[in-house]
């Protein structure tokens, strides 16, 4: 996220659109429908003290729905669960010809499989269906340092291939060889001393 305004928008003439609602939240069908304007702070605000979370979270809380729907959205949950397309179950999009469209795996197909990483350009999304799975009360991580750019690949392929994986996976690198892997699972234990939160 860049907090600068390129210099086209400055030409636009921008149209204020009030989308920022939680529509439905179907625990039995495990799924939240949200309007594009909708945060991923909200959400998780929503969905956390449920005893549910998003498939794959991404990290930043100002990110839209519309965004990442739009967008990609690789996130440390997607060794699992794949891109944040890949947890968008359906969508309602407003056509350039004005009609209002539902899509999904089954239902124009064609439109939902475009919607991905076509930032807006093949409508404009109203309202999306995402996946919602069961999370615990805490993420235990467990760091691994590495040294090696080769090492870091396969420790992370390894990890990511297993046929019970962990919930999260992600690095950080330092230097072209230096870099920290962390392996996160959901959890209802923790030590109280070890707790870091800054909700």
Known sequence: MSVGTSKFKKKLFPIDVDLLDILELNIEKQFVRAEPRVTMGQLTALLCPLGWTLAIVPELEDLTVGGMCNGTGVESSSHIHGLFGNICLAHEVVLPDGSLVRCSKDENSHLFYAIPFSHGTVGFVVST??????????????????????????????ESRKSNPVDFIETLMYTKNTGVLMLGKMTNEAEPQKVCSYL
């Not at 805490?138 to 390894?158: F, G, H, R, T």
């Open 129 to 158: 269906e995402l996946r919602i799975v069961p999370c615990k009360q805490y993420v235990k991580l467990e760091y691994i340092p590495l040294y090696k750019a080769d090492d870091v690949c396969k420790k992370m392929s390894e």
